[in-house]
C-alpha cells in the first residue's frame, strides 16, 4: 500500500505540548503524523490531501478514562436526581439488573457517540454488571467500539460482594470469583491489543471496595500481573467509602489498596477524592494514576479530587465523564470546562489554566490507560485529532481561541479524525443514523425503568 499523506494547513491554532510552534499544521502519513510545521512552512514531501484547516483549532483526540456505558439509558431518572451515592446505587441497581445485550448496545453506542461528537476519540469503560443473559458484555462492547471506529479500554468489571455477604450490590447482581476471573482471561486472549495504535485494549476492574470481595481484588492483580494488563476501580469517592472501609477491613481506602496489591503504576483509579497527606504522597511515589470526574462529582456531590497535590506527588492525572447517570452527558469538552471551574474553586484561578485542563484530558487521560502513542500531537504519535470551529454565537467576540475552547463552552467538534481517518465530518459522525439510534435508545430507556 502506498503511503497517503494529508496536510493539516494553517489552522486558527494548535495544543501542542510545551506550545511548540505548528501554526503552519501537520502532516499525517497514513495512521500516524510526521510532520509537526511552524507557521509559514510547509512539508517537506508532497502531499495527497490539503486540508484547509483555517478556521479550526486543533487539538489531540480527547481520551475518557471513566465511564459506564450503560448507565445513558438511566440519566435525569427522577428517584434518583437528588441522592447522593450509596442510596443512588441502592435505588439503581435492580433497574440495571434488567439490562439485556440488546440494551447494552445501544447504550455502548449512544455514550461513544457522544463522546466522539465531543472531540473524543478514545474512551474507557468500566462494566461491572453481569446478570444472566448479559454475561458477554464485554463482546457487546466491543462490536459497538469498532462499528465506530473509535479506540477503547474496556476494562472487565465485577461485583462479587452481595447483600447477604455485607455488600452493596443486590444478590443477583454479583458473580462467583472463578467466573468473573475465566471470563477476564477469555477477553484479553481474545481482544487485548499491545504496541502502537492499538484500537481495542482490556483491563480488570473490580467495580469498588463496598461491592468485591478482597479476594477477586487480590487475585485480579496478579492475573493483571500475569498478563500485562492495567487495573482499574473506584476509589476514595465518597466519606461514606472510607466509613465502610474502616469497618470492614478495618483500614482507609490507601491502606486497603495496597493490601490486596494494587499500589503501583498498572493502576488507575477513579475520582481519588478523599486522601490525606501520606496517602497522596504514597499515591504518587507508587505511579498510581487518578481518574478526575468533575462533573460526576459536583452531581452526587462526593466532593474535590486534590489535582494539584497528586500531579505533585508523581501521580499521573486525567479526566473522565463517569456513568451517564451521575454526569448526566458524555462530553469531554464540557468535562474539561468543569475541570477547569471546579479546580479553580480549590486552588484559585492562576493555578488552573485551560491549557492544563486540556492536558488533564489528552496527555493525562493518556498516561492513565498506559499509552505513549496518543494523546499529543507530536511526532510519530497516532492520528487521532479534534478540530472545532469557532463560527457558532457563543464564540463570537471571542480572542483566544484555545481559552475560547472552554470558557465558551465548545461542545461538539466539526471534525474528528482517527488515526487517520476521518470519522467525523461537519459534526456528523460518518455512515451513522443518529436519529434511528435517539429513537431506539429511547424506546430501550424507557423498557428498562418500566421492567
Ligand atoms: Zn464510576
Not at 511515589?285 to 505533585?312: D, W
Request: a negative charge; charged letters at 20%.
Amino acid at each position: 500500500m502506498p503511503a497517503i499523506r494529508i496536510w493539516l494547513k494553517n489552522p486558527l491554532a494548535v495544543f501542542t505540548a510545551n506550545a511548540l510552534d505548528a501554526r503552519g499544521g501537520l502532516v499525517v502519513e497514513n495512521d500516524v503524523i510526521v510532520e509537526l510545521l511552524a507557521a509559514g512552512q510547509s512539508p517537506a514531501l508532497p502531499c495527497d490531501q490539503v486540508f484547509d484547516a483555517r478556521e479550526h483549532v486543533l487539538l489531540p483526540g480527547l481520551i475518557n478514562t471513566h465511564h459506564h456505558f450503560y448507565q445513558t439509558l438511566t440519566r435525569a431518572w427522577a428517584p434518583v436526581v437528588n441522592q447522593p451515592l450509596f442510596p443512588w446505587l441502592k435505588t439503581l441497581y435492580p433497574v440495571w439488573a434488567r439490562l439485556t445485550p440488546a440494551k447494552l448496545a445501544l447504550a455502548s453506542k449512544v455514550a461513544l457517540t457522544e463522546l466522539l461528537l465531543s472531540g473524543c476519540t478514545t474512551a474507557a469503560d468500566h462494566h461491572y454488571l453481569f446478570p444472566e443473559g448479559l454475561e458477554n458484555a464485554i463482546d457487546v462492547q466491543v462490536d459497538s467500539v469498532r462499528e465506530l471506529g473509535m479506540r477503547a479500554m474496556l476494562t472487565r468489571g465485577s461485583m462479587s460482594l452481595g447483600e447477604a455477604d455485607g455488600g452493596l450490590p443486590p444478590q443477583q447482581t454479583v458473580q462467583q470469583g472463578q467466573v468473573i476471573l475465566e471470563d477476564s482471561q477469555r477477553l484479553i486472549d481474545r481482544y487485548h491489543e499491545r504496541g502502537d495504535g492499538a484500537q481495542i485494549q482490556i483491563a480488570l476492574a473490580p467495580c469498588s471496595p463496598f461491592s468485591v470481595t478482597t479476594e477477586i481484588m487480590a487475585e485480579s492483580a496478579a492475573l493483571a500481573e500475569t498478563l500485562d494488563v492495567r487495573l482499574h476501580t473506584h476509589l476514595a469517592e465518597t466519606l461514606d467509602e472510607e466509613d465502610f472501609c474502616l469497618q470492614r477491613f478495618g483500614l482507609r481506602t490507601v491502606d486497603y489498596l495496597d493490601s490486596v496489591g494494587w499500589l503501583g503504576p498498572r493502576t488507575w483509579l477513579a475520582h481519588g477524592i478523599h486522601f490525606n497527606e501520606q496517602e497522596i504522597a504514597r499515591l504518587g511515589e507508587a505511579g498510581t494514576g487518578i481518574c478526575h470526574c468533575p462533573s460526576s462529582n459536583m452531581r452526587l456531590a462526593s466532593g474535590i479530587c486534590p489535582t494539584l497535590e497528586l500531579i505533585a506527588a508523581g501521580a499521573p492525572v486525567g479526566l473522565g465523564v463517569d456513568g451517564s447517570a451521575s454526569n448526566d452527558a458524555s462530553n469531554m469538552m464540557l468535562e474539561a470546562k468543569q475541570a477547569l471551574y471546579l479546580q479553580r474553586l480549590r486552588y484559585g484561578a492562576e493555578k488552573i489554566t485551560p491549557e492544563l485542563a486540556l492536558g488533564w484530558a489528552t496527555r493525562g487521560s493518556a498516561k492513565l490507560l498506559g499509552r505513549s502513542d496518543i494523546g499529543e500531537l507530536a511526532l510519530g504519535k497516532q492520528a487521532d485529532l479534534a478540530l472545532f470551529k469557532l463560527d457558532e454565537l457563543r464564540f463570537s467576540g471571542s480572542h483566544d481561541p484555545l481559552s475560547a475552547l472552554l470558557l465558551c463552552g465548545a461542545d461538539r467538534a466539526d471534525r474528528v479524525m482517527i488515526g487517520g481517518k476521518w470519522r467525523v465530518v461537519d459534526g456528523q459522525v460518518e455512515g451513522l443514523d443518529l436519529k434511528g439510534l435517539i429513537a431506539d435508545h429511547r424506546q430501550a430507556a424507557e423498557e428498562l425503568i418500566r421492567g
